[in-house]
């Protein structure tokens, strides 16, 4: 009896889907990272411009002034809104990714296991054949000595 061919390969390819997972999961941890950062940067410019606005209003200045503050301000908004909604995407993709690579090492884990019974059912097959032949042996040379 020898040991099934199936089990290495079906375990080498669960073993590549789990690094793929693995990669999947890095870069998408890196996209909510990026993200979080591009959210933070956004908000400290925002900030920035409320008090660059309440240090103009303070001062004499045109509408224009006013209205070209107020309208950077509105785009600085929307686009902290729109990488808020990128973000709660991202989020749910690496949420998404992590549980495709828990499913992809648990299916790792399986392979391997199945790989290594069919190995030990090998083995033991082996031993109780040894076995067998070793008492047949003996048994052999007790009748021929009789």
Not at 4 to 26: F, G, I, Q, S, Y
Not at 60 to 66: E, K
Not at 125 to 133: D, G, I, L, P, V
Request: proline letters at 1%; hydrophobic letters at 40%; aromatic letters at 4%.
């Amino acid at each position: 009896m020898k040991p099934r061919a199936a089990w290495p390969v079906l375990a080498k390819k669960a073993k590549e889907k789990c690094d793929e997972a693995h990669a999947n999961v890095t870069k998408a941890r890196q996209r909510v990272t990026h993200l979080q950062q591009s959210r933070q940067r956004m908000a400290m410019l925002y900030e920035d411009y409320v008090r660059r606005s309440q240090e103009a209003e303070r001062q004499v200045h045109s509408m224009a002034q006013t209205l070209n503050f107020r309208g950077f301000m509105q785009q600085l908004q929307s686009l902290i809104a729109r990488v808020d909604e990128d973000l709660l995407h991202a989020q749910q993709h690496l949420v998404n990714t992590q549980h495709a690579l828990r499913a992809a090492e648990q299916k790792r884990i399986q392979m391997e296991t199945l790989m290594e019974q069919d190995l030990k059912a090998v083995r033991e097959y082996a031993r109780k054949r040894e076995q067998r032949e070793m008492d047949e042996a003996g048994v052999m040379l007790y009748n021929l000595k009789s």
